[in-house]
Nanobody, 128 residues
Framework: QVELLESGGGSVQAGGSLRLSCAPSPYTSTVNCMTWFRQAPGKEREGVAAISTGGGGTYYADSVKGRFTASQDNDNGTVYLLMQNLNPEDTARYYC?????????????????????WGQGTQVTVSS
């Protein structure tokens, strides 16, 4: 069983930045698709960004392109989501999720049920 330990959420004013972290426990150096989803009250869950561990590519939702950056620490498998130029529409609970044994592909956000492991979520609140 894998746990995904999230941290880094908080409250920030519009235009500010936050960095989320997602650390797998235990860490294994296998290829996985690590994805950040978010869900705001009354809205559907939305895929935000995805990164293939082990050096693969990244994918972003159109709503965050140019503002959010996904990255990883290859030594311990932690993935990060740097969120810049935040706006109130980014307010949501953010979850990291892992689809094991394969890299991300263009359908990364289409089928959340394919993600076997989920973090507990971390709240991001952006005020205007």
């Amino acid at each position: 069983q894998v746990e995904l330990l999230e941290s880094g959420g908080g409250s920030v004013q519009a235009g500010g930045s936050l960095r989320l972290s997602c650390a797998p426990s235990p860490y294994t150096s296998t290829v996985n698709c690590m994805t950040w989803f978010r869900q705001a009250p009354g809205k559907e869950r939305e895929g935000v960004a995805a990164i293939s561990t082990g050096g693969g590519g990244t994918y972003y939702a159109d709503s965050v392109k140019g503002r959010f950056t996904a990255s990883q620490d290859n030594d311990n498998g932690t993935v990060y989501l740097l969120m810049q130029n935040l706006n109130p529409e980014d307010t949501a609970r953010y979850y990291c999720a892992r689809k094991p044994w394969r890299p991300c592909d263009p359908g990364w956000a289409r089928y959340p049920d394919e993600y076997a492991y989920w973090g507990q979520g971390t709240q991001v609140t952006v005020s205007s």
